[in-house]
Each structure stands twice: as structure tokens, then as C-alpha cells.
């Protein structure tokens, strides 16, 4: 088994990616828009209420990325071994509720942790009528067992966590059957939803996508922050630390200054599962 490491710096064939205003609707609910509260985030969850305009969660871009834009080869080994280390993106443009893009993506980098590999990979969504671009987005796959090759150190993380009391602690229950609703967003890997491909992973039972970890707590951070306004987002980082099992309770610990957040996402045991977070945002 074997890292290609040629592939870094290589730009993929570009891609194209058109959505609609079920897409962003079936997302918003697979990162569990109105779960606690149907009629809080009708914003997200409906095309067609009163007095209410549908907007795009913003993680919805990373996900059109990632699903619909075209892979690196990466190398040979077993896709099972593949986890999410890290995820990013910088708004430029918010997205339209119905419209299309153009995906490019480039490997950056490939870093040896000892007990595996670090892939770093960079995509744009660019408008593909318009030409403007809507969004940079930053992932880093951690492969399991495909360290050791000598390769260059990760550069350092972001997000330290203030030494003060947090300004806002934010909840939300993952539903048991979470995964198997957010994955009708694209992410048909069967980690999330195959008992038998789980365990092959190392795991006793199908675990929660970590994007979907990650569009709950953006979602939280937005309705506490942002009063529910996405369009007042400009970015976001975390680094994934442990996987969550669905039936989980999250917690987002949150600390502001101006425009600009710092958080961690703990279990129901209290481990942090998104770590070194940082949510930019406009404040009014």
C-alpha cells in the first residue's frame, strides 16, 4: 500500500455542480435544522413560508466540494482507513438557493504523522453563470497506517482556546438516524451506514460523518451568532479530533471577540470531538 505522492500540486479536471432549493433544504435537515423547534429555522428548512426568505447553510458548499468535484488519486489503500482530520472553508460569495458551480481542486499537501498520512486538498466553487467565486474550502483526510514514508511535518493549527469563561454554550441531541438522513446529501461512504464496512474501520458501529458533526455545530454557531442569518458568515475552521456516534448530545463551548469566534464541540462523555475552532462572521 502506497501514497502517491506525485499527486500534490497536480490540479484535478475541473467539475460541475448544480443544486436546487430541495438540496439545501435536505441538507439543513440532515445537520438537524429544526429538530429541537420545527418552526425556528424555517429559513433553512422551507422554500415557500410567509415573510421568510431560504437561505443556504453555508457548510452546503463544502459538501457540493466534496461530493461532485472530481478525487485525487491518493494512492492504494483501503478507503475504510480514510477519516476527516480537518475542515475549513472562506466564504467569498454566499450561495444562491438555486444555481451552479464550477469545481476545481488541488492536493497541497502530504504529511507524515508517524501512525499515518495527512492529505491536504484545496477546492473552489466558482459561479459557473457569473464567474464570481463563492467559496475556498480547505480539507485534511487523515489516512490510518500510511505514515512512516518521511515526508514534511503539518503545518500548526489554529484556534487556542482563551483562558476566561466561554461566552455562550450551545446544544443540540444527534438524532440515532442521523447518518443515514444526512448522507442523502452526497456522502454515500458506508462507514456511516454499513455495521459490517464499520467494523472493518475499527469500529463497532456505523459513526456519524464528521461534516455532519461539523454542520451542526456551524449551524448552532450561526443561530446563537449571527441571529439565524447565514449570509453574515465569511468562514470557518475545525479539526476533528474523535468520532461521534449518532445518538450523541453536542456541546459547543464558545468564546467571541468581535467578528470572530473560538469554540470546541464535546460528547455527551464530555470528549472534544471538533477542536481549535474559529468562526468568522459580520457582527451588526
Known amino acids: 500500500m502506497v501514497m502517491n505522492r506525485a499527486v500534490v500540486g497536480a490540479n484535478q479536471e475541473p467539475a460541475l455542480s448544480r443544486w436546487d432549493h430541495r438540496d439545501a433544504i435536505i441538507y439543513a435537515l440532515g445537520v438537524g435544522a429544526g429538530q429541537q423547534d420545527p418552526l425556528a429555522e424555517l429559513q433553512f428548512t422551507t422554500e415557500n413560508s410567509s415573510a421568510v426568505i431560504q437561505q443556504v447553510l453555508p457548510a452546503f458548499g463544502v459538501v457540493v466540494g466534496m461530493?461532485?468535484?472530481?478525487?485525487?488519486?491518493?494512492?492504494?489503500?483501503p478507503r475504510s482507513q480514510v477519516l476527516h482530520g480537518d475542515q475549513g472553508f472562506v466564504v467569498h460569495k454566499p450561495l444562491?438557493?438555486?444555481?451552479?458551480?464550477?469545481?476545481?481542486?488541488?492536493?497541497?499537501?502530504?504529511?507524515?504523522?508517524?501512525?499515518?498520512?495527512?492529505?491536504?486538498?484545496?477546492?473552489?466553487?466558482?459561479?459557473?453563470?457569473?464567474?464570481?467565486?463563492?467559496?475556498?474550502?480547505?480539507?485534511?483526510?487523515?489516512?490510518?497506517?500510511?505514515?512512516?514514508?518521511?515526508?514534511?511535518?503539518?503545518?500548526?493549527?489554529q484556534g487556542k482556546i482563551p483562558l476566561r469563561r466561554?461566552?455562550?454554550?450551545?446544544?443540540?441531541?444527534?438524532?440515532?438516524?442521523?447518518?443515514?438522513?444526512?448522507?442523502?446529501?452526497?456522502?454515500?461512504?458506508?462507514?456511516?451506514s454499513d455495521p459490517e464496512y464499520a467494523r472493518?474501520?475499527?469500529?463497532?458501529?456505523?459513526?456519524?460523518?464528521?461534516?455532519?458533526?461539523?454542520?451542526?455545530?456551524?449551524?448552532l454557531l450561526i443561530n446563537a451568532l449571527c441571529e439565524g442569518d447565514a449570509t453574515r458568515v465569511s468562514g470557518m475552521y475545525g479539526l476533528f479530533s474523535k468520532p461521534v456516534m449518532p445518538g450523541e448530545a453536542l456541546t459547543v463551548t464558545v468564546w467571541t471577540d468581535g467578528g470572530r469566534a473560538i469554540f470546541q464541540?464535546?460528547?455527551?462523555?464530555?470528549?472534544?470531538?471538533?477542536?481549535?475552532?474559529?468562526?468568522?462572521?459580520?457582527?451588526?
Open 200 to 219: 472493518q474501520g475499527g469500529f463497532e458501529r456505523p459513526i456519524l460523518h464528521g461534516m455532519c458533526t461539523y454542520g451542526i455545530t456551524s449551524r
Open 166 to 192: 466561554p461566552d455562550h454554550e450551545l446544544t443540540a441531541t444527534v438524532r440515532e438516524d442521523q447518518a443515514l438522513l444526512y448522507r442523502l446529501s452526497g456522502d454515500r461512504n458506508p462507514l456511516h
Open 96 to 157: 444562491p438557493v438555486e444555481g451552479s458551480a464550477r469545481i476545481s481542486s488541488v492536493v497541497t499537501g502530504m504529511y507524515d504523522k508517524g501512525s499515518g498520512a495527512l492529505v491536504t486538498i484545496e477546492t473552489t466553487l466558482t459561479d459557473a453563470d457569473a464567474g464570481d467565486l463563492f467559496m475556498t474550502s480547505t480539507t485534511g483526510l487523515f489516512v490510518r497506517g500510511e505514515g512512516g514514508f518521511g515526508g514534511d511535518k503539518q503545518p500548526g493549527s
Open 67 to 77: 461530493t461532485h468535484g472530481n478525487r485525487p488519486d491518493l494512492g492504494d489503500f
Open 265 to 284: 464541540t464535546r460528547d455527551s462523555s464530555g470528549d472534544v470531538v471538533l477542536d481549535r475552532g474559529t468562526f468568522d462572521y459580520r457582527a451588526r
